[in-house]
């Protein structure tokens, strides 16, 4: 049995639960399967996608046969063809490490092979518009995003922002709340932790849940925002600072952040500099401590800032 459910504004089928995200009635626009066989040609051409901080690869792919693989280290191997992405576990990887990489990572990676503009980010919303916090793995987007949350804003991506339409209506695509923040960043953003769920067996990051709309409760809040701007971040000065990037910066920018499944495909990357050249979003760079004690005053320089252009 296939349940249904929603994330990137798709719809996702899939033959086993998935606790993270809300379920949902409608045809599946992708179908998750979990026990798959994949079939892994030995003669393909592989090429390391992701690396570890110590440069040994974390993620490899190769396309054969018009399917599109991957290998993440010893957990997984996931293949991706139209509409389907088929799981199968490695060596004794559990349940919600294999979750994580589907739900984190294949499907973003799967949007952005279909030509979907798919930027690594979290976002977070206040109505109608959102902004955009973009930046490299550690840099504190979650954090941040967590405490935005406590300013009145709401969470609608922790790592993975779809953006789609044209100016000046840009739009930002909710993937799923929920964020993934260390305990100590969770307490910092005074996040109520009793919903909370292991990440990956390799993470010591937590998976913060919201509550869960009842069956009764109308669904208030729109799926797709307007984007009022993305914010790079960049850590490790001594003080806030807001610098706007000319255009074509910001849409490099965006490129610099955007998932891209093959970094050889020459095609693929020009597509993908033209639709970020059509959204050409406004793109703040935001230099500022990395510090947990000033974390709260950071969020809240970010929250004046975003207010005073629309948010």
């Not at 206040?126 to 979650?142: C, E, F, T």
């Not at 009842?214 to 000065?237: C, F, H, K, R, V």
């Not at 033209?274 to 974390?295: C, F, I, K, T």
């Amino acid at each position: 049995m296939l349940l249904t459910y929603r994330a990137y504004g798709r719809t996702i089928a899939s033959d086993r639960p998935l606790p993270e995200l809300e379920t949902i009635d409608g045809a599946a626009a992708i179908t998750v399967t979990w026990n798959a066989r994949a079939q892994f040609a030995a003669g393909g051409r592989w090429t390391t996608l992701w690396r570890f901080s110590t440069e040994e690869p974390w993620v490899t792919t190769a396309q054969m046969n018009g399917v599109r693989y991957l290998r993440f280290d010893r957990f997984a191997d996931v293949a991706l063809s139209p509409r389907r992405i088929d799981v199968a576990r490695r060596g004794h990887a559990s349940d919600a490490t294999l979750r994580h990489l589907v739900l984190d990572q294949a499907l973003p990676l799967a949007l952005a092979s279909d030509g979907a503009l798919v930027v690594h980010a979290s976002a977070v919303a206040s109505g109608a518009r959102a902004i955009a916090l973009a930046g490299r793995a550690g840099v504190g987007k979650s954090t941040l995003a967590a405490l935005l949350a406590s300013e009145g804003m709401r969470v609608i991506a922790d790592d993975g922002v779809l953006l789609e339409g044209r100016p000046p209506d840009v739009c930002v695509v909710a993937s799923y709340p929920g964020l993934r923040v260390y305990r100590d960043s969770a307490q910092a953003a005074g996040l109520d932790v009793t919903h909370t769920a292991a990440v990956a067996e390799y993470s010591r990051k937590i998976r913060v849940i919201p509550p869960r709309r009842s069956q009764d409760q109308p669904e208030t809040q729109p799926e797709t925002m307007t984007l009022t701007a993305i914010y790079s971040l960049i850590s490790g000065e001594s003080t806030v600072r807001f610098e706007k990037l000319p255009r074509r910066d910001a849409v490099m920018e965006v490129l610099a952040n955007a998932y891209r499944i093959d970094p050889g495909d020459r095609l693929g990357l020009e597509a993908q500099m033209d639709a970020a050249a059509a959204v050409a979003p406004d793109v703040w760079r935001v230099s500022y401590p990395r510090d947990l004690a000033r974390a709260a005053a950071v969020a809240s320089a970010i929250a004046v800032h975003a207010r005073g252009l629309g948010l």
